[in-house]
């Protein structure tokens, strides 16, 4: 039978090392330290910057099939989630591992709406910011600051405080969003009504005006609930990784998700929803889009809302995304932009450029032009994507937390710089002190 190993021979030395193999393509990075040419030496290291080829954890969490176009969260797939589920019940499959009970589930339900009210002092945080702050930096810096209220979430190693943080964290960020949202409005801030679903209460707390009785329109609050759901994880992304990195620090929960809130606020992540609506408003018109496709092959603009890390087939979340559209639309009427978004798509995924590649429309790519027919501005679109992903944070935060072999999250580094140098005193450096390559490092 084959063995399970790796077998290295380091031509430098003539010696053989045998690493085994684990999960059937896994090798420990660490094995390669003992591959030395002295006693003396460090041993080998890989160099893999944006960890294009390297696992952090081990997760139970989310699935990903790149290349098939898979996505389950805790096995179930992503597109029986979205049929047949609602936010609320997924965010307790990713943070709790299984789907409630009908008694888990209300349970859950209460205990999120107990903590949808934040502080009023976090209400004159907020009030600080100039009218025009963007509700994404209002948001990061919110949520930070709620450590300074919660200062017992420090006990990251105490579980009932690990559950009472996912809880407060799950119930208040929709809460400070739509406050960030009024607050751009220059509109007072709308408390939280626990009689209204999760998503249902988000929109009252963020569209609510005079009406006595405020009630959300069900095909917009089911829309929202789904793309809630199509957001609530996504395995090792750059904010998850973020979650993890800062909360290997030790660090409470919420100066966590406030560092990876600020990761999700990228356009190359989570602001791309923003990214592609400012592309297809520049674009303007179907007609103009072979010139701007050429551009994208020329090297000189991205399709943004294409491409991904690892789906290197059409994003499962997108499909849904663009059904999804469409229901809304019946409500809002159709927005002008998807007829340059249908016509993008078709062109490139018959240009070779994009299927050489395997660039496929990912789920940002239709979430802006429904966001945008639901009545949201620009800004508030990374936003949307913050709320569910806080379930899917937090659930990544809990796992190495529990994880016996995560340790403070700590990459090596090649060192290329210069070696040891004598300094000088400034009168006596020649001009010019330096070079004008070092120079351009440092910007
Ligand atoms: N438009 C044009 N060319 C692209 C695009 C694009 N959107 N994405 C990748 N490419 C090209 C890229 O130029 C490169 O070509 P070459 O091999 O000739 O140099 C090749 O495809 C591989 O690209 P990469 O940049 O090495 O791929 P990556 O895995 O580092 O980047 C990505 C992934 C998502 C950052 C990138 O595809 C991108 O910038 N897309 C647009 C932004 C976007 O839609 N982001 C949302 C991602 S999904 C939501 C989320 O998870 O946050």
Redesign the pocket.
């Known amino acids: 039978m084959a063995k399970e190993t790796l077998t290295i021979t380091d031509n430098r030395t003539g010696k053989q090392y045998e690493i085994p193999v684990e999960e059937g393509g896994v090798i420990r990075a660490a094995a390669l330290r003992d591959i030395k040419t002295s006693a003396d030496d460090f041993g080998l290291m890989s160099y893999d910057p944006?960890f294009?080829n390297t696992a952090s954890c081990r997760s139970r969490i989310t699935y990903i099939d790149g290349d098939k176009g898979i996505l389950r969260y805790r096995g179930y797939p992503i597109e029986e989630l979205a049929e047949k589920s609602n936010y609320l019940e997924v965010a307790y499959l990713i943070v709790k591992g299984e789907l409630p009970d009908r008694g888990h589930y209300a349970a859950w339900e209460g205990n999120i709406k107990t903590h949808t009210m934040i502080h009023e002092n976090i209400k004159k945080f907020m009030e600080g910011f100039r009218y025009d702050a963007h509700p994404m930096g209002m948001l990061v810096s919110t949520i930070g600051a709620l450590s300074t209220f919660y200062p017992e979430a420090a006990q990251i190693t105490d579980l009932e405080s690990r559950r009472l943080q996912t809880r407060r964290l799950i119930g208040k960020v929709p809460t400070l969003a739509a406050f960030a949202y009024r607050h751009t409005r220059g509109l007072p801030y709308v408390y939280p009504q626990n009689d209204l679903s999760y998503t249902g209460n988000f929109l009252s707390m963020l569209f609510r005006m005079a009406e006595r009785d405020y009630q959300p329109n069900p095909v917009l609050e089911h829309a929202l609930d789904v793309l809630f759901i199509l957001h609530a994880d996504?395995e090792q992304?750059?904010s998850a990784n973020a979650m993890r990195s800062v909360g290997s620090s030790q660090v409470d929960p919420y100066s966590a998700v406030a560092a990876a809130t600020a990761a999700?606020y990228g356009?190359?992540?989570?602001g791309?929803n923003e990214?592609?609506i400012r592309m297809l408003v520049e674009i303007g018109s179907p007609k103009n889009v072979p010139g701007f496709i050429k551009d994208?092959k020329a090297?000189k603009?991205?399709?943004?809302?294409?491409?991904?890390?690892v789906y290197k087939n059409y994003?499962p979340r997108a499909k849904i995304v663009k059904k999804i559209a469409y229901d809304v639309f019946k409500v809002t009427g159709l927005n002008p932009l998807i007829d340059i978004s249908l016509e993008l798509e078709k062109i490139a995924l018959e240009d070779d450029y994009f299927v050489s590649?395997k660039?496929y429309p990912?789920?940002?790519?239709y979430t802006g032009v429904t966001y945008q027919a639901m009545g949201f501005p620009m800004t508030m679109f990374p936003v949307l994507f913050a709320i569910p992903r806080t379930s899917g944070w937090m659930a990544q935060w809990a796992e190495m937390v529990r994880d016996p072999e995560q340790k403070i999250a700590r990459p090596r580094q090649v060192y290329v710089g210069e070696q040891t140098r004598r300094w000088t005193p400034l009168e006596q450096r020649p001009e010019p002190t330096m070079r004008e390559d070092a120079v351009s490092d440092e910007i």
């Open positions: 944006s294009t996504h992304n750059c999700l356009p190359l992540h989570g791309a990214a592609v994208v090297g603009r991205r399709l943004m809302g294409f491409g991904h890390r994003d590649r660039l990912n789920v940002d790519f």
